[in-house]
């Protein structure tokens, strides 16, 4: 997921409050304060995800919230929904991200209260109402190292087996994605202990 792969690059101390995370800004921290405040007049209710707030209704993500070098702002996780008459939102990645749209900041001026509000109580309607794009179910496809190490090891596979498919994805994902054959088999090495004791591969990041 490049959301949660991203923040984990931009931010690697995973924050485990709201409060701990805003003492750790480095830049833009009043203007981050502003708009929690702004985000909790609502019935939102705030939780961190991938060490980052994350502003849920009945467990499903709404908004998101942080700050980065250059801006800061909100996220939408079903943005796409959102009419955004005033020309506020982006789409961070075009053609990739379906459903997440961007608020970007770079001044404390950009912070409009009662803009911010009618955006947030629209996204709150519309999750209310289900409207929701969900991530297209790719096809696990298990790399070659992985599947030999299966057949050395019968325990490993049903060990694998047993973790749901996302969790068997990321594990996939982790070797695949590696350019170098060395860096693949360090990776293997890596995941199989996890996979023997359970661990799926981002669960501390959960």
Known sequence: ?????????????????????????????D?????????NSTELVETVKWGMPVYTIDGKNVVGMGSFKAHFGIWFFQGAFLKDKSKKLINAQEGKTKGMRQWRMKSAEEIDKKLLLA??????????????????KKKLVIP?????????DPKLK???????????????????????EDTKKKRLKKIIPMILDKVGLNDKYR
Request: glycine content about 4%.
């Open 144 to 152: 070659d190292g992985l599947k030999a190490a299966f057949g050395d």
């Open 158 to 180: 049903t060990a694998f087996e047993k973790f749901n498919l996302t969790k068997q994805r990321e594990f996939a994902e982790h070797i695949v994605e590696a350019k170098r």
């Open 1 to 29: 997921m490049f959301f949660k792969t991203r923040l984990q690059k931009k931010d690697m101390k995973k924050h485990k409050t709201v409060d701990e995370f805003l003492e750790a800004r480095e830049s833009w921290k």
């Open 119 to 136: 955006y947030l109580n629209e996204a709150i309607q519309n999750q209310k109402d289900g409207k929701e794009i969900k991530p297209e």
């Open 31 to 39: 203007e981050v304060v502003t708009l929690r405040k702004i985000i």
